[in-house]
């Protein structure tokens, strides 16, 4: 059974594009359980696309305005609702041969600075919120994407993050440090109750984007009990940097087994990025996944192992944050 810590399905399907990556259709005979579904409003056209090849440094994108922001993730909401998915609010909602979904917020531009509206999220589903994307808001600031580069870009949390942290610990929303600058993964990881998570992110040691994290911020979320989603983001594995699809499978079972090695096999999983990022040709979509637990099985992680990566890690997480 495949967890997965990252999609952008409602995305295209709100953009009334078609699936690149995760065709559902094609999900049981994957092994493919479902994950983290990501709610993500946009900003200028074109600009998350990361340059084809590295070195690239851009721009922080701008602020987007609150109230256009909270329209748009009510209107992926409503599309989120409509791929019919079972919505997960307990680790026991996840079962092999279905798709479960989690409702998750890429970036809380959408709540309102005071969090009068945290509650309503909440009683609608939502059960992972990422602070950030690649811009600043209300709460803190994302990296901007650049390679090579450190993480500790910009400022940590405002006062409304830190409140916004203690908030989601009381519900028990998952906070989700991947996009988040390493002034505010710390910030976080000091008044944090819940396990320290990175849905979609990689090792900076051994590929240096600013969307990944340094050994240090690897050793945290080791000694919280938490997990890192490895991302299949060809841009974000590859020791050069480059966006190219022509990019060996091999590459995410590196980073597993350096994240692996480093902070145990208990706090490393899956965070594909499917739908939103350029993968390799190797893995096409979700129906790549066996090829990938080949992969890992063939590097000498045992059944117990996988098992823990492809899925008991993050059920974990689940049932030490979620209440
Ligand atoms: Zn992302």
């Excluded at 810590?5 to 995305?11: E, K, M, S, T």
């Excluded at 992926?76 to 979904?101: E, I, K, M, N």
């Excluded at 590859?238 to 590459?251: A, H």
């Excluded at 979700?286 to 099985?297: D, E, K, R, T």
Aim: proline share 6%; charged share 20%; with cysteine.
């Amino acid at each position: 059974m495949i967890i997965d810590g990252h999609n952008d399905l409602v995305l295209r399907t709100w953009r009334e594009q078609e699936t690149k990556h995760v065709d559902l259709a094609s999900a049981e005979a994957a092994d493919f359980a479902g994950g983290f579904f990501a709610l993500w409003v946009p900003g200028a056209p074109g600009a998350m696309d990361e340059p084809v090849l590295a070195p690239y440094n851009l721009p922080l994108e701008p602020r987007l305005p609150h109230a256009h922001a909270a329209v748009v993730a009510q209107e992926q909401l409503a599309v989120f609702r409509s791929l019919g998915l079972p919505l997960a609010t307990s680790p026991a909602d996840f079962v092999p041969g279905r798709v479960t979904a989690i409702l998750h917020m890429e970036g809380a531009e959408a709540l309102d600075s005071m969090l009068t509206d945290l509650v309503g999220w909440y009683r609608d589903g939502l059960r992972s919120l990422g602070l950030v994307w690649g811009r600043p808001n209300a709460f803190a600031e994302g990296v901007p994407f650049r390679f090579p580069g450190s993480p500790d870009t910009g400022p940590g949390l405002t006062t409304a993050g830190l409140r916004l942290v203690e908030a989601c610990n009381d519900l028990g929303i998952l906070v989700d440090l991947s996009h988040l600058n390493e002034r505010g993964f710390w910030d976080v990881a000091g008044i944090t109750t819940a396990p320290l998570v990175a849905t979609h992110s990689n090792a900076h040691a051994l590929c240096a984007s600013t969307r990944n994290l340094t050994d240090r911020q690897l050793d945290a979320i080791g000694e919280s009990g938490g997990v890192v989603g490895i991302n299949f983001a060809v841009g974000f594995l590859r020791e050069d940097g480059n966006n190219v699809v022509d990019t060996p499978l091999g590459e995410i079972v590196r980073h597993i087994s350096y994240i692996a090695k480093r902070i145990g096999v208990e706090h490393v999983a899956f965070g594909s990025d499917f739908d939103g990022a350029l993968v390799s040709d190797e893995v096409g979509g979700i129906q790549g996944f066996p090829a990938i637990v080949a992969a890992l099985a063939e590097a000498g992680f045992d059944e117990g192992d996988i098992a823990k990566i492809t899925h008991g890690n993050w059920l974990r997480v689940f049932g030490a944050t979620w209440r």
